[in-house]
């Protein structure tokens, strides 16, 4: 079975980390272009970040860029979304998607993916 399966979420304080890892099972990730989204109830799905299939290039929403790091290991078939300088508006459900293709593109936020996580509760509260 072909899944995605974040961890790492919980409950961070604000300006501390927390790191989200997305961990493949039955496909390798090598060949998936992958993003992090965020939601909160009552508001649209955000894209976060996206890092493209070779690594050589991230994306990141104005609203954590300088902050988060998405990164990857294919060899261990998992990527990374390091969170520093956490702020209490970082506090939502984040994803991890897959797309099959090699790179983010312009329009990464509105594009397909082919494989979802079920979403892991993040929190920043003091």
């Known amino acids: 079975q072909r899944q995605l399966v974040e961890s790492g979420g919980g409950l961070g304080q604000p300006g501390g980390s927390l790191r989200l890892s997305c961990a493949a099972s039955g496909f390798t990730l090598h060949y998936y272009t992958i993003s992090w989204f965020r939601q909160t109830p009552g508001k649209e799905r955000e894209g976060v970040s996206c890092?493209?299939?070779?690594?050589?290039?991230?994306v990141y929403a104005d609203s954590v860029k300088g902050r988060f790091t998405i990164s990857r290991d294919n060899a261990k078939n998992t990527v990374y979304l390091q969170m520093n300088s956490l702020k209490p508006e970082d506090t939502a459900i984040y994803y991890c998607a897959a797309g099959s293709r090699r790179y983010c593109g312009s329009s990464w936020m509105g594009a397909s993916y082919d494989y979802w996580g079920q979403g892991i509760q993040v929190t920043v509260s003091s």
């Open positions: 890092i493209n299939s070779s690594a050589g290039t991230t």
